[in-house]
């Protein structure tokens, strides 16, 4: 028995919701948190930087091995049915939700680890479909319990590779390697600063107290990013392209930088040559802002999510007028050094780096002023980096 995991409030919601449903007792479990990063937007799937923190909300997954050839899976906290499914022949299915552990399941098999039948339940303080990443997550609280399954550990960054082939291939998702990459290895106290071409990290250190991180849900979600992701990423891959008749070299945005990018304009259309101006400029923002951190130069850190939010809003054009808003709102309180929209954009949550003397005043201030301009509530909460995905038993 792990006390640390059995003491936990939310494992032993998922402990108990798995008892009404099977009747029996789970005996293993993993853990995952969500993110929100700090800097570094729409960079992953350029070869880039980018800077996420995990935070203090989790999903976990507890489960037991059933001995035989199916799973059956149940979500507390989405639609609470239970989803069965055979492990031959695992495909994605019409369950939404379940496309997310199939995906991971058919990861472990097809890297020749076969994964006996199991019985689990799932449940999340992360909200849903917020930017908070709470499908990798789920990806990478899901994979934990299959190691503590299987008796095995898997190298963090394979791990947070399978979860990401599992939202590729069955989730239909082409997201970057960022969200699995910090739920699988975020460390408390600190920011990750990610290569998202070479797969290296530097731990970052966020370990103020004097300063907090502030986490704002706008409430909204605007359905464009399924159809507006992957033409950013088209567009992305146009401008390398182009950049890369003149200078080889570019095999992605990230090798390109702002000269490159001026003597390509010409043949670039306008449009995409905004979107490699932003992505450009981001990656530079992250390394600076890293290096920003690393000496306590909050200032510089806040000014460079400002600029960040100002491409993403214009440049990009991923921001909404919701996220728009309350970063304005952040911008007028006393004690916010900076703020931006985190995640991929048209919805979701904005992060704020504040002085901790200054979070509540900042959370009243926001929260009122977005009411005022919006008419919706703006549900905000603080976090310090935590630590990422963890394996556990109960039994
Ligand atoms: P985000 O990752 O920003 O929260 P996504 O749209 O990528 O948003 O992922 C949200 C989807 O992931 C949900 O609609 C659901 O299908 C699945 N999901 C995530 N967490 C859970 C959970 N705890 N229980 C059930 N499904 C979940
Ligand atoms: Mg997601």
Redesign the pocket.
Known sequence: MNANHANDALVQRAIAGFRDHFDTDPTLGGVAP?RVNLIGEHTDYNDGFVMPLAIERR?VVVGVPNHSPRCRMV?L??DGNMATFMLEGIAPGTT??VK?PKGVIAQFIDNGHPVPGFDAV???D?????????????EVATASMIEQLLGIRIDPVHKALWAQKAEHDYAN?PCGIM?QFISAMGQRDHALLIDCRDHSTRLVKLVDPDVAVLITNSGVKHNLGDTEYPLRRQQCEEAAATIAKTYPQVKALRDADMKMLAAAKEDLDEVVYRRARHVIGENERTVLAADALDRGDYPEVGRLMYESHAFLRDDYEVSCPELDVLVELARGCDGVFGSRMT?GGFG?CTVTLVKAANLNATVEAIQAGYAEKTGKEAVCFSTRPADGAQSFTLA
């Open positions: 969500g999903t979500a906290d989405h939404e939700w997310y799932v449940t999340s992360v909200p849903l479909g917020s930017g908070l990443s709470s499908s990798a997550a789920l998702m969200d995640g979701g």
